[in-house]
């Protein structure tokens, strides 16, 4: 089993899908880094020898921001938009979407569970 960046790559998958567990990683990135590494996209993960691991190693290490330095900075960009207080950094405090979705029906996970609306009849209780 490879392990790259911390990450444990499923064996039995091509290394191009086996690349797209690390965070920070999509199919386009996968690509772009096998294709760095001089590595064909149909190879499976339990069949890289150590040198294609090592390569593999060095591209994501020189030229990528992966893993826990992505999720650092990422952080840090949303606190630095919450601390200037502009609009996405309000809605980001607020838990709503920040770029243009409706929110009157849509967004419940933010806005929370259904509210009662207020002054409605209830049923009279026999």
Do not use: F, W
């Not at 770029?99 to 002054?119: D, L, S, Y």
């Amino acid at each position: 089993m490879a392990r790259i960046e911390s990450v444990d790559l499923p064996k039995n998958k091509r290394i191009e899908i086996g690349l797209t567990y690390i965070y920070g990683v999509g199919m386009s990135k996968s690509k772009e880094i096998l294709y760095k590494a001089h590595i064909s996209i149909h190879t499976k993960v339990k069949d890289l020898n150590d040198e294609q691991i090592i390569s593999i190693r060095n591209v994501l290490n020189r030229d990528y921001k992966l893993e826990g330095d992505l999720r650092r900075s990422e952080a840090m960009n949303i606190k630095r938009l919450i601390d200037i207080g502009c609009y996405k950094g309000r809605r980001h405090r607020l838990n709503l979407p920040l770029r243009g979705q409706r929110t009157r029906t849509n967004a419940r996970t933010g806005r929370g569970t259904k509210k009662t609306i207020a002054g409605k009849k209830k049923a009279p209780r026999k």
